[in-house]
């Protein structure tokens, strides 16, 4: 799907998508170094992250349930308010014990809002064209990643991260009225939540997880990848400009030019996905991601971040439109948020323990260690990938997940 053909309602939940998220990428390079101001040392830093994963498991699978019977963009609504609050918690928190309150409500407004969205894009996708419905969608969201890390670096640097993260708060607090106005303004009237009926539909989803096919194995990638990002993410900026003594001015450039060279590939990805089978894309992508960290490694330099993160842009756009199209098919289209709840937290059970880890790993064996670990992760997702991820020979028939709700009750579109 090119961008002229784009359905005007997922045009705009887009929109307001990527204002919500720009204050996310002002903030989320820099959360590691804004805990360290508020009393945190490297190995608290790693147990905040460690939580933060708990949290998102306990509420994700919730979120997504709330999605399906909801309607996606009511949920998305009341996500953003969660959000408002997690913000408000951040900024205002004296200590970083205290920004577990912030932590809390963030991650119960992204599991409802990353699921959603997902859900959303995939029920606005024409046929057969999921791949590349997927990789332009994400490719315009990546807006926000390139303009959210430069604009919180120059806030940071100039200005202190207080004025940053108001500066943050301010701009989401206009995002999240865009969504409670859009929602509003949906013409198809809002489900309702059944609380007798989340277990049932649960069980009816662990049931496919655990089968061994496919949605079992691509579990069992993501879960993988996840472990591996956990390890490094909240000692990535700290390796960034201590290790690699660059500005955090530097960083924020880093992860925007990142996300240009992403914005960029992401469509042409999500077209090659549709042609040849998403799970080339998914196992290449993360090859690509191991040899990025291993750059990193070997060469912590201004050049050798460059690579290392342009290496990282081309192998996201790989990934991120096939692995949205292959999960789409995988499961009934009634059953998408909650599934999108599972997988796109980024956040796999196996990766509780992770962040913790890595702070024990890089303050008391070295701030290479948990590299190597996330590198030697992402490169055994590979085979697995290969091997496992065969793209289902038909799409699933669409099943409500309740019937006690009125039909299309999930499919909800702004005017």
Known sequence: MRL?????????VTLAMIIANITGNMFGPFEPLYLQTLGARV??????????????????????????????????AVGGIFGLGAYLGYTLAPSWQWAMVGALLAAMGSSLVAPSFQA??????????????????????????????????????????????????????????????????????????VPANLGRDLRALIVVLVAGGLVTWMFVVDGIRDMGFQVIW????????????????????????????????????????DRIGERWGIALGGLLMGMALIVMIAWPTTVG?????G?????????????????????PTGSLGMTYGIFLSALGIVAIP???????????VGPQAPFW????????????????LQRPRQTVEVKQPSSALPAEAGEVAPS
Not at 4 to 12: G, T, V
Not at 160 to 185: D, N
Not at 378 to 388: G, M, R, T
């Open 305 to 309: 971040f460059v690579i290392a993160f």
């Open 120 to 193: 959303y894009t995939a029920e606005s996708a024409p046929e057969g064209a999921t791949g590349s419905t997927f990789g332009l969608v994400e490719g315009l969201f990546l807006i926000c990643q390139i303009v959210g890390p430069v604009l919180g670096g120059f806030l940071v640097e100039h200005y202190g991260y207080k004025v940053m993260m108001w500066t943050a708060t301010g701009i989401f607090f206009v995002a999240t009225i865009m969504r409670i106005l859009i929602a509003r303004r949906s013409p198809k009237p809002a489900g309702r939540l």
């Open 311 to 331: 290496i990282f842009g081309i192998a996201s756009a790989m990934v991120s439109p096939a692995f949205s199209s292959l999960l789409s098919k995988a499961v």
């Open 234 to 273: 909240p000692f990535l900026p700290k390796y960034i400009t201590e290790v690699g003594g660059q500005s955090e001015m530097m960083l924020g450039g880093l992860t925007a030019g990142m996300s240009v060279i992403t914005a960029l590939a992401m469509w042409p990805s999500g077209m090659v996905s």
């Open 373 to 388: 670990v996330a590198a030697l992760l992402l490169i055994l997702s590979v085979p697995i990938a290969l091997w496992k």
């Open 4 to 12: 002229r053909d784009m359905p005007r309602e997922l045009a705009i």
């Open 43 to 76: 190995e608290q830093v790693g147990i905040f992250f460690t939580v933060q994963t708990v949290l998102s498991i306990i509420f994700r699978m919730l979120g997504g349930w709330v999605s399906d019977n909801l309607g996606r963009l009511p949920t998305i």
């Open 354 to 364: 992770a962040p913790y880890l890595g702070g024990l790993l890089y303050s008391r």
